[in-house]
């Protein structure tokens, strides 16, 4: 019997380019004969023509299959939610926008048939804006920084793993989800391949530095204790500062010079003192509202509609 493949593919307001990433994936896969393959859609609440686009090519060919979200959920929920549904021995993740060029997709799994459980795509170049790429640059500088998960750099979207993988990656649960961080995590067998990046076939990317920044502060509270040990240690460092300044200010007075120490000051260290103190609490106030969401067991996902899916692959 064949092995499964499944494409795992987001998207998110693609009418300019599904239809063309439909046709050169599927033709791809087709000349693939030793594997069977579906490719699966998540939808992340679009409102053009996405759906509608998909389930077109959907009615011709059962091999493509929908999964609508009932709204936004952002990309890791997404991705969540396509792993879920996909049923393949092996799982394919990659964008729609063709920057990740389908002709690839043979390389992912020659490399995964060598008994590997994890392969990363790396890009040999990113093909985007120069702006784009500081975006990107400052965006994984940050999370390895903070984060300690060691991601590989010019890490691309496009990446195989097998069975055993997205089972494991099902058994996480949390909801502040971190895609990279959880695969690092995970950890088993994994290698790498350098991909040949091409640009996006049309539109504009929607993971833009705003939410990139936003992933990746999420990131860093969800795999790092970082924020609480800088508070503790700039809280150590302030209270040896204030007993220095404290005992200058008492050598001064009783030793060097007689003075009247003015309200100003007084107020000033007031102000900086309440300002670090709200700081300092909403660190702590962001790890506690964590705990609070996580403590809700709420779905990961909430789905409106399936296409060319049975009820048993949720």
């Known amino acids: 019997m064949k092995k499964l493949l499944s494409l795992v593919v987001p998207v998110y307001y693609e009418e300019e ?5 439909i046709k050169e994936t ?12 579906e490719i699966v859609f998540i939808d992340d609440g679009s409102k053009d023509r996405t759906v ?40 394919l993740y990659m964008d729609p926008d063709l920057q990740d060029p389908p002709k690839e997709i043979p390389r992912f799994v020659a490399e995964i048939e060598k008994g590997y459980d994890l392969v990363f795509g790396i890009r040999a170049e990113k093909m985007d804006t120069w702006l784009n790429k500081l975006f990107s640059k400052i965006f994984w500088s940050t999370l390895n920084r903070f984060t300690g998960l060691e991601i590989p750099k010019g890490l691309a979207v496009m990446r195989i793993f097998n069975r055993k993988f997205a089972n494991k990656f099902m058994e996480y649960r949390e909801h502040n989800r971190f895609i990279e961080g959880i695969f690092m995590h995970i950890g088993m067998k994994r290698t790498q391949i350098t991909i040949q990046q091409r640009e996006r076939f049309a539109g504009v990317s929607k993971f833009n530095f705003t939410r990139k920044m936003q992933l990746a502060i999420n990131a860093i509270f969800d795999f790092s204790q970082l924020p609480l040990v800088f508070v503790v240690r700039f809280g150590l460092i302030l209270a040896v500062l204030g007993f220095g300044a404290l005992l200058a200010i008492i050598i001064t007075k009783l030793f060097i010079m007689d003075f009247q120490a003015g309200w100003p000051s007084i107020v000033s260290t007031i102000i900086m003192g309440s300002g670090l103190q709200i700081f300092f609490i909403g660190i702590a106030a962001i790890y506690i509202g964590k705990i609070y969401a996580e403590s809700k067991h709420r779905p990961l996902y909430s789905i409106r509609e399936k296409t060319n899916l049975e009820e048993e692959n949720a």
Request: glycine share 8%.
């Open 26 to 37: 599927t033709a791809v896969l087709e000349e693939m004969e030793q594997l069977d393959y």
């Open 52 to 91: 509608e686009l998909i389930k077109e090519k959907a009615a011709d060919n059962q091999r493509l299959k929908l999964v609508e979200l009932s709204y936004n959920h952002g990309k890791q929920g997404a991705v969540t939610a396509g792993i879920h549904h996909a049923s393949g021995d092996y799982l």
């Open 17 to 21: 380019c599904i239809f063309q990433f």
